[in-house]
Structure formats: C-alpha cells, structure tokens
C-alpha cells in the first residue's frame, strides 16, 4: 500500500462518502437493518448514526482498510450498540453460515475486486430469511453515460480505491445469489457518471 492508499484516501472517502445527498441514501435503507448485521467495508462508519439501535443485536465492521478503521473511531464511540471490528476483506468473511440477519452493502461493491466471492460469502452468512440491505451506485441506464463510465473506470479505480463507476449492481447481486425484492433507481445530484444510484433489499434465492 503506497503513502496515498494509506494517508488519503480514507480523509478523501470519508468526505465523499459523508456528502449530504449519500447520507440521504443512507437515511432510506440503514434503518431497515436488524438483529445481528454484517456491515460489508464499514469504511468510517457513517452508517452507524442511521441504525435504528432498538432492532440492532450487535453489528459486525468488515473493513479491511486500517486507515479506514481508524477514521471510523469517532462515529464507533457513539454507537449505541456493540460493533466487532472484522479486519478482512468481503472475500475473506470469516462467520458462521446463516448466522446473521441483515447484511448491509453501501457503496462497496463498486469496490471489492471478487465480488463473485464476497457475494457467495454474504449469501452464506446469510440466515434463510435474513434480508441484505444494499445501496450502490453503479451503471447508468444511459448509453452515452455508460460509455463514459467505460472510459472512465481505468483511471478512476486507481485514484478512488478500486472503485469502479460501471458496475451492473442488479446483475451481480442476482448472479451472486439473491433475489431482489424491493429496488429503487435513480440519478442523484453531481456529476452523472457517479451519480447513478441502486438501494433495495433482497434474499438469498
Ligand atoms: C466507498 S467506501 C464505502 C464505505 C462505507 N460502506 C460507506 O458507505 O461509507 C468503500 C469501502 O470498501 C472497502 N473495501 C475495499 N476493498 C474491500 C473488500 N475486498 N471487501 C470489503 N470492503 C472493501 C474500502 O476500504 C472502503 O472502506
């Protein structure tokens, strides 16, 4: 990890990630989250103030970025409830199988390189009627949009963390083994190719 990995890009994430209009997204599907809850690339923790902690058993942080951890410092001390931090990457779950309730996914799987493996370990931790909560952004439905995310993407992962802006968020989450019950899409404000937006819910199928 170079000297920008480890110093900034958490600050850069952080701030792009605690943008207002990302923590209205957070508003509309955080709270649905229950019981026990992994949080797949907790980052720094801003999701934490949007749990509704009288559902909330425990939440488990996966983040396997230490910078990130640490920037998470401050909204962990608030939490209300007990977060266990898991030091691993998405592809590296290390839980029991169905012993979890809810996973939640904000902004990470733009991210994660495996995405097929990290999605086969949330299906797995998963319990047969626990709900994976997700928030992404990812391909637009415009062509001319689309191609610059094409374009874009090389560059882009290697400023932004390996995020990548053209990922077909719907597709994955179904090849990954979930069904998606509810699903909500659209372009928020900024620059459009970052802009397009998927949240919902679904279950392992
Ligand atoms: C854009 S940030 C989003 C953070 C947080 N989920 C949020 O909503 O603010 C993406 C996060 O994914 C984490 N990440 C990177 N590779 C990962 C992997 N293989 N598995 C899980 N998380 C990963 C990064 O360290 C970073 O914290």
Known sequence: MNMY???????LIHCACGL?????????????????VLEVG???????????????ELVWGLEPSEGMRKKAQTN??????????LDLPGEEIPLRNESVDTV?????LCTIPNWQKALRHMRRVLKPDGQLIFCEHGAAPDEGVCRWQNRLTP????????CHLNRPIPRYLEE???AIQT????????????AFNYWGTATPS
């Open 5 to 11: 990995e480890q110093y900034c890009l958490p600050h």
């Open 42 to 56: 907790m980052g720094s923790g801003l999701n934490i103030p949007y749990y509704d902690p009288k559902n909330i």
């Open 104 to 108: 939640l996914l904000t902004y990470t």
């Open 176 to 178: 990954g083994g979930f």
């Open 155 to 162: 560059l882009w992962k290697k400023i932004a963390g390996g």
């Open 183 to 194: 699903m909500d899409s659209q372009y928020l404000d900024g620059p459009k190719f970052a």
């Open 76 to 85: 962990l001390e608030h939490a209300p409830f007990e977060v266990r931090w």
């Open 20 to 36: 207002k209009v990302i923590q209205q997204q957070r508003e509309k599907v955080v709270p649905l989250a229950k019981g026990r």
